[in-house]
């Protein structure tokens, strides 16, 4: 099988990233090329050439990274299967720089392989995989002094760890019989190692939108007027402030007796704190609110549920003016229909 492992360096400026670096090894475990390149519109970059060591100075006389697309897209366009460790981050970039081809059915990343033999041994989480400089280790890898960070280093790390995890993943999920004697896998074995591992990632991003997906809608009366509110959490009830007498204290108040609604700016947000999607909160005297749930719903798909209840409710949105939130005026029916809606996740 031909296999392409490969490894980049960067200027890792953003949307102006560039390629400095590119060593590709063959599944021989040939270095097949390794070059440095001189970026177009970069000059400096401070940050990255403290973790690589590429200066501005090292790559002053090298060729453009496009004036060598033709040659490196021709390694590319002959490899059957294209290793890296966090791969999508190369893929991007040799996007970006012109290099096609590079699809997911042809792309195996090695981290994801580690996930899938110590993933359950490590109680690791397919989002937290250690770097490739531990990985390597753990897979009996010995760095050679100071060579880390370069791409020559690191894609002959990723060969080597491909090699030992491939092994061990197959044997874990029995796919096949593997001689102690055996020395290289074939290609069939490959393939049925491959095949497998696309599937347990497949099942498990899917697991994961499904769980992204997932959240609360609510409709909050406000002085203002009716508010739609989509939480990726739920809304916990408001504890009443204790009395003169004591009593009635940290007792909770209901969820719809009361509530901060808090602040928010959009799905992405939610998402990642928990916060109001969308929203904002009505406050009386000290910070009191004055706000009470009307109705609160728990969708598999609160973010395409928000949508759909915004365009229904949006013949009846209150005036309001630029930047200002959405208010509406609904009726009993207004919200029992809401109360009744329901969706289903679709990826």
Request: with cysteine; glycine share 8%; aromatic share 10%.
């Amino acid at each position: 099988m031909h296999i392409a492992c490969l490894d980049t360096e960067s200027t890792s400026t953003g949307k102006f990233n560039e390629i400095l670096e590119l060593a590709i090894y063959s599944a021989r475990g040939e270095l097949i090329l390794n070059s440095l390149y001189k970026p177009k519109r970069n000059r400096r970059w401070p940050h990255s050439e403290r973790v690589h060591g590429i200066s501005p100075l090292m790559v002053q006389d090298k060729p453009h990274f496009q004036d060598c697309l033709r040659k490196i897209q021709k390694i590319f366009d002959r490899s059957q299967m294209v290793l890296g460790f966090a791969l999508d981050n190369d893929i991007r970039i040799l996007e970006q720089s012109g290099v096609t081809g590079l699809v997911p059915e042809k792309c195996l990343d090695v981290r994801e392989l580690f996930w899938g033999v110590y993933g359950d041994e490590l109680a690791m989480d397919f989002y937290h995989v250690p770097s490739l400089i531990k990985c390597a280790e753990f897979c009996g890898y010995v760095w050679e002094e100071g060579s880390a960070h370069s791409a020559a280093a690191d894609a002959k790390a990723t060969l080597y760890c491909y090699e030992v995890l491939m092994r061990k993943f197959i044997q874990k999920y029995e796919l096949c019989q593997l001689p102690d004697e055996q020395e290289k896998l074939t290609d069939e074995q490959i393939y049925l190692g491959w095949r497998r591992l696309q599937e347990m990632v497949r099942v498990e991003l899917h697991n994961r939108a499904v769980e992204k997906a997932k959240g609360w809608l609510y409709l909050i009366d406000c002085p203002e007027g009716v508010l739609l509110v989509a939480r990726k959490k739920p809304l916990a009830a408001r504890k009443s402030k204790p009395s003169a007498d004591g009593t009635g204290a940290g007792k909770d108040t209901g969820i719809g007796a009361g509530i901060d609604t808090g602040i928010g700016a959009g799905i992405a947000t939610a998402t990642a704190t928990g916060n109001d999607a969308y929203g904002a909160t009505s406050r009386g005297e000290a910070g009191q609110s004055k706000s009470r749930v009307l109705a609160g719903i728990e969708l598999a798909d609160y973010a395409k549920g928000y949508d759909v209840m915004y365009a229904r409710f949006k013949d009846k949105m209150l005036p309001h003016g630029p930047g200002e939130k959405n208010y509406y005026r609904l009726t009993e029916a207004d919200i029992e229909e809401f109360k009744l809606y329901t969706n289903v996740f679709e990826a």
